[in-house]
């Protein structure tokens, strides 16, 4: 089991413990559920890392591997530069703007958004 | 010849397009760090604003509503806007590099993080150019105070849009993090020989995953509430304003781990530096760390012992034992420097300046975490003291130790050493002499949050004298932006590993290249540049 499993089955652990504590002592609701919530999200992402684990096989795993071991491997595809980000971020934050401001700023990110989405798509295929 | 001579230095490409479309870490990490310095400068100008306003009694410097937004938008940036975002920029920058990875797992959602931390900040403070003001309720905008009731002005509505945008940003960050991390690492760097800073980096975004959606949940809550006529929050309508400061403080006391932790991964990567030892207790550092963010999930409602609908004991008891991890940490640190080979550099001054700030913010933590003394110091300067030394003492001396730390890994050049000890020398006397008197002022009764105050015991001396303190901080200041125009004329390259440091990001040179590393030391502890310096005490690759 790796140190990452183990971390997030034991975060999961503890929070089960604390949120049936705290019920127990506070009987309080809002407070209990917080904990049940976050209780619960934990043992699901604890539970995708123990699925998620079978399949990975890393080399910052392995104690004794070098650069060398990993050399000519496909790490992954990293861009250089994109104008995405800035396009999305903007797109948000029109909408959050435009919901307090005017509901045309509101639009306009919807536009954007939707166009960003519409060149997710096309670049996927 | 050795893997860091053998490194090229970055090919700059100065542009502004290339900026604005950057998906680097290191470029996204530089832009978070710039832009919370600029939040913490505008947020450190309505700090002096509010303390002339008290530095003496019934002063008329500002009115009492541009006093309550000038505390809000302070409160508000510092929090949500400096100290926990110029974190994430430091890891940003840092933490694909210490464990060899090329890039963020998410190159393009770090960048998107980035430009909604920057335009949530913005609409934050474009409150302030409305008709009605910024918002004026603190940054935890307490309902129904911040009900449309109370606050019909759009500077409201601009915050919880713009908090919002930070807090789905810092969302995102954490997830890339974490994938980074257990993804990501290079050959032979195992979990536990990740450096402590990144060890922190980890926690805290696990701690960001847990607490970020509540405060999500409660400003969608108190928009709808606000416009689209729900009652959440409102007693009128049968909502609950308990059930925000539930909300809220489920993520706001996590919160002030998610601003402590990583500094303290910064100290626990300059004290081993500069006292030529191995960190004292790897194991003990990183399991305290978790301990803290486990135990700071069940602390939310020591923030509410007043509101008498909490089950003090519980909680109280919870947050004595934050102490404990606490403890752990700071005998690893002593432990580190004990017969240590101690150099006082400005990096190892202020972490020293943060240990003792911490100290005395982390001692009056645990006082006010008992209820009959909370009761007392509630919604006194004695709790602007209290968190002013936890993240001001604390944070904010450990981001200076930062920025003179790494300044040449990521600009090739190192500050100026005798502006920076005068830099430390100006924070750490003016920020002493700001703070420390407001624990009496406290005890002496002053609330907090008050534009004024009655010429009563020693309150109209204090202020005084905590006002002086602070435009002493300002110099502090000014010493350090005068510092890096200085260093900017600096000619001299530093070379890769300046301050004869462990961590990996010390074996690329400075600045890094384009993806990192053109070649990655051995690793097989977790000093792999201390191994590589030092052939003759390799360890062995089994351990």
Redesign the interface.
């Known amino acids: 089991m790796?140190?990452?499993l183990r971390?997030f089955i034991s975060?999961a652990v503890?929070?089960i413990v604390?949120a049936v504590a705290?019920w127990f002592?506070?009987h309080?609701p809002?407070?209990t559920f917080?904990?049940g919530f976050?209780a619960f999200?934990?043992t699901f992402?604890a539970g995708y890392m123990i699925v998620a684990e079978r399949e990975?096989d890393?080399?910052?795993?392995?104690?004794?591997?070098?650069?060398q071991?990993?050399a000519g491997e496909v790490?992954?595809t990293?861009?250089?530069?994109?104008?995405?980000?800035?396009w999305?971020?903007?797109a948000?934050?029109s909408i959050?703007?435009g919901?307090?401001?005017s509901p045309a700023i509101a639009a306009m990110g919807a536009i954007a958004a939707l166009a960003l989405g519409a060149l997710f798509i096309v670049q996927s295929r | 010849m050795s893997a860091q001579a053998a490194l090229r230095p970055a090919a700059p490409r100065a542009d502004l397009l290339?900026w604005?479309?950057?998906?680097?870490h290191k470029r996204i990490g530089i832009l978070y760090l710039t832009t919370s310095l600029f939040y913490f400068g505008v947020a450190g100008l309505l700090a002096v604003a509010i303390r002339t306003q008290l530095s003496r009694p019934a002063n008329t410097f500002v009115d009492a509503h541009t006093y309550a937004q000038l505390f809000t938008l302070h409160g508000t940036a510092m929090i949500f806007l400096f100290v926990a975002p110029f974190a994430l920029g430091l890891a940003n920058f840092l933490l694909p590099l210490q464990?060899g990875?090329?890039?963020m797992?998410f190159?393009?959602?770090?960048?998107?993080s980035?430009?909604?931390f920057?335009?949530?900040g913005l609409?934050v403070f474009s409150g302030a150019a409305t008709n009605e003001g910024a918002a004026a309720n603190g940054w935890t905008s307490y309902a129904p105070l911040s009900e449309i009731k109370i606050s019909t002005g759009?500077g409201q509505?601009?915050w919880?849009?713009g908090v919002?945008?930070v807090s789905?940003a810092t969302i995102l960050t954490a997830i890339n993090f974490v994938t980074t991390v257990?993804?990501?690492?290079?050959?032979?760097?195992?979990?536990?020989?990740i450096p402590i800073f990144t060890w922190e980096m980890?926690a805290t975004s696990?701690l960001i995953?847990?607490a970020f959606p509540?405060l999500a949940a409660d400003l969608l809550l108190l928009?709808v509430d606000r416009?689209l006529g729900g009652h959440a929050f409102d007693p009128a309508g049968g909502g609950s304003p308990?059930?925000y400061q539930?909300?809220f403080w489920?993520f706001g006391h996590p919160e002030v781990y998610v601003m402590i932790l990583p500094y303290f991964g910064v100290i626990s990567e300059i004290i081993p530096v500069f006292s030529r030892k191995p960190i004292f207790g790897y194991t003990g550092l990183v399991l305290a760390a978790?301990a803290i963010a486990?135990l700071s999930?069940?602390v939310?409602?020591h923030h509410m012992f007043t509101t008498g609908a909490?089950?003090d004991?519980?909680f109280s008891f919870m947050s004595f034992l934050i102490a404990v991890p606490t403890g752990v940490k700071f005998f690893n640190w002593i432990g580190t420097m004990w017969r240590g080979s101690i150099s006082f550099a400005t990096p190892m001054l202020f972490s020293l300046g943060f240990l003792l700030n911490f100290l005395l913010g982390g001692i009056t933590g645990v006082m006010v975490a008992s209820p009959p003394i909370d009761f007392q110091a509630h919604q006194s300067y004695f709790i602007v003291a209290h968190m002013h030394y936890v993240l001001g003492g604390g944070s904010l001396f450990a981001i200076f130790a930062a920025l003179f730390f790494w300044w040449p890994k990521m600009f090739g050049r190192k500050l100026n050493e005798g502006l920076g000890k005068l830099c430390f020398w100006l924070l750490f006397i003016g920020f002493n002499v700001t703070f420390l008197p407001m624990h009496v002022m406290g005890l002496e009764g002053m609330p907090r949050r008050v534009f004024t105050y009655p010429d009563t015991g020693h309150l109209a001396l204090l202020n005084a004298i905590a006002t002086a303190g602070s435009y002493v901080m300002v110099a502090g200041v000014l010493v350090f932006v005068w510092n890096v125009v200085v260093s900017a004329f600096d000619r001299e390259p530093v070379g890769p590993d300046p301050w004869h440091a462990n961590s990996l990001e010390w074996a690329t040179s400075s600045p890094p290249p384009?993806?990192n590393f053109d070649?990655?030391p051995?690793?097989?502890s977790e000093r792999p540049v201390f191994d590589a310096r030092h052939p003759e005490l390799k360890p062995d690759?089994?351990?």
């Open positions: 790796t140190i990452g971390l975060s503890f929070s604390i705290y002592v506070a309080e809002a407070g917080l904990l976050m999200a934990l992402l990975a890393l080399w910052g795993d392995d104690g004794a591997a070098t650069g071991d990993a790490v992954g990293y861009s250089i530069s994109s104008p995405l980000p800035l999305s971020a903007a948000l934050a959050g703007l919901l307090v401001i | 290339s604005l479309t950057t998906t680097d464990i990875a090329p890039d797992a190159p393009r959602l770090n960048a998107t980035y430009w909604l920057l335009f949530g609409i759009l509505d601009l919880i849009v919002f945008l789905v257990f993804v990501y690492r290079a050959p032979g760097m195992t979990m536990w020989r980890v696990l995953f847990m509540a928009f416009h308990i059930l539930h909300l489920f978790f486990g999930m069940g939310w409602a909490v089950d004991p519980f384009e993806y070649r990655l051995p690793i097989r690759a089994t351990q």
